[in-house]
């Protein structure tokens, strides 16, 4: 008998060729609405840069509007990165996410930097900061400021980080290696694993967690979830047709163009591959679960139980942001999520 399995959504708010980055936007608020409706876990939104490609660069702002025109779902980033932001302005802004929308947010961690080279500069103000990976010291302050718990000498253990009396938000480190599941496990944090972005080690950075795990305040046991694109039609070759905008695109990423929108079906069909891009057409396929209700819930459930996970959280790009409402409406009836 197979364990029933959570869904959640990642949301990173494609901008669609011929549309914009408010009609984005305001697709992302319509979508959170509908998978409130469904019986979706969680709303997780990323924060990237430089990009035309998608539409949200400040992941804490959109939760709280997420947040506000939601009734039960859990709101969060997936993620912040935090090497581009100071660790006490973070705690500052989910303390006031989670004072609003109470025992609803998460805080989603990542350590890329969601961008390139010159972007990440520009963020990080100085090229020492590109070069240092003090991530652990980075996380290690957040935390700090979330618990109070400074040492004595420590020169920030006299900074409070406001609003004061809220809950700390859970807290997941997110990662597509076995660097962020170590460290999730040793601070025990909640671990979301990319498989969208890296399936190779899905499986082996899962154990990983669960071996490494420590008990703490934040979590008595381990929480962990992974990420998977999925693209749901009524049938296999309908969903097929409709993943060929997530073909094109996952092409242009191996190549380095960041700067496109999302291209519609018949811009993927009719562009003219190389023979050596449909091979990497082909290879990308194999990080993308693409079919009708059954054939994605099948290997949904069989990539869950491989890796441990009772939930999913599944990203869909389509360039009709109809056929991603509908994506999601089918995968919600095919496992029976229980309608908020």
Known sequence: MKLPIRLSVLDLSPVPSGSTAADALRNTLDLAKLADELGYTRYWLAEHHNTELVAISAPEVMIGHVAGVTKRIRVGSGGVMLPN??????????????????????LGIGR?????YLTALALRRSRAALATDDFPEQLNELLAFFSGDFS???????VMAIPEGVRTPDIWLLGS?????????????????????????????LRLYQEQFRPSPRFAAPQSLLAASVVC???????????????????????????????SVSEATNYPYTSDEEEVVQMNRERLFVGSPA????????????AGVTEIMVTTMTHDHKERRRSYTLLAKAFALAPG
Do not use: W
Not at 112 to 116: E, L, M
Not at 152 to 158: I, K, N
Not at 181 to 204: D, T, V
Not at 251 to 258: I, P, V
């Open 177 to 205: 290696s076995d660097f962020s599941a170590r460290l999730a496990g040793e601070l025990g944090l909640g671990f979301a694993f990319a498989h969208h972005i890296n399936p190779a080690p899905a499986l082996a950075a």
């Open 85 to 106: 932001h100071a660790p006490l302005k973070v705690a500052e802004t989910f303390r006031t996410l989670e004072a609003l929308h109470p025992n609803r947010v998460d």
């Open 295 to 306: 054939t994605v819930r099948e290997q949904i459930f069989s990539l869950a139980e491989q």
């Open 112 to 116: 890329a930097p969601g961008t390139d």
């Open 152 to 158: 004595g000498d420590h020169p920030f253990q006299r």
């Open 233 to 263: 039609a009524e049938t296999d070759e309908q969903a097929n047709v409709l993943a060929r905008s997530a073909d094109l695109t996952l092409l242009r990423f191996t190549q380095g163009k960041f700067r496109t929108q999302l291209p």
